[in-house]
């Protein structure tokens, strides 16, 4: 089935602990982007990758690092978690980084919690 | 900064109609977008907007006004169904999507 899979669905993990979500897309999009969602806010984006082998950073990129080795995976590493880095996670992808009308595919989301 | 407004919660009755509302300030504008969100489940895409006017899709409608900053969604016809949250984003000058917070829609008899 045609789409995007993030693992794992949920996970409680140890303060200081490192954590890497995983991404899987097998849509051949270039581009991929990972958010957070928190209660009130927004989605924001964390890291963004236009093409494998490139990466961004998004509106809140600090605790967290990305790699796009090929096109169909994005993880995403907390290197030592923190209790405010709780929140639900999605990978999403597009065909492309830019020009109009450019849809985002979201994964079904990590609900992470930090204690 | 950049800003987008929209209400956090409308409540309407089955079978009617509702317009939830957004405002926004970006630097540059390449698109604005309606993701429909689940409780628990990924937001899906519903609609594009990047010239003013209205674009409809069945029991759904997405309108822009470009010079005013301001989008509205517009829900017909209303199944219970609908109940989810609803997401406005702007594409700015370098095509990345400025979210809303959403608006909680709820559905009653």
């Known amino acids: 089935i045609a789409g995007i899979t993030q693992a794992p669905t949920s996970q409680i993990l140890a303060a200081g602990r490192r954590m890497t979500l995983r991404c899987t897309q097998d849509?051949?999009?270039?581009?991929m982007y990972w958010y957070r969602q928190d209660l009130g806010l927004g989605l924001r984006l964390i890291h963004y990758s236009n093409t494998a082998g490139t990466t961004g950073k998004g509106e809140v990129p600090d605790g967290y690092s990305v790699s796009r080795a090929n096109t169909d995976d994005f993880p995403l590493t907390l290197a030592s978690a923190v209790p405010s880095q709780t929140s639900v996670y999605f990978c999403?992808?597009?065909?492309?980084?830019?020009?109009?009308?450019?849809?985002?595919?979201f994964g079904p989301g990590t609900r992470l919690t930090v204690l | 900064g950049q800003n987008i407004d929209q209400p956090t919660e409308m409540t309407a009755t089955e079978g009617a109609i509702v317009q939830i509302n957004c405002t926004y300030q970006t630097s540059g504008f390449n698109g604005l977008f309606w993701y429909q969100q689940h409780a628990g489940e990924a937001p899906t895409f519903l609609s594009y907007?990047?010239l003013d006017g209205l674009e409809e899709k069945g029991r759904f409608s997405s309108f822009l006004s470009r010079s005013k900053g301001y989008s509205y969604l517009l829900l017909k016809e209303l199944q219970m169904k609908d109940s989810a949250s609803y997401l406005c984003a702007v594409s700015d000058s370098n095509y990345q999507l400025i979210w809303g917070a959403g608006t909680k829609l709820i559905i009653k008899p």
């Open positions: 849509m051949r999009h270039n581009a």
């Open positions: 907007n990047v």
């Open positions: 999403a992808s597009s065909q492309t980084s830019g020009g109009a009308g450019n849809e985002q595919f």
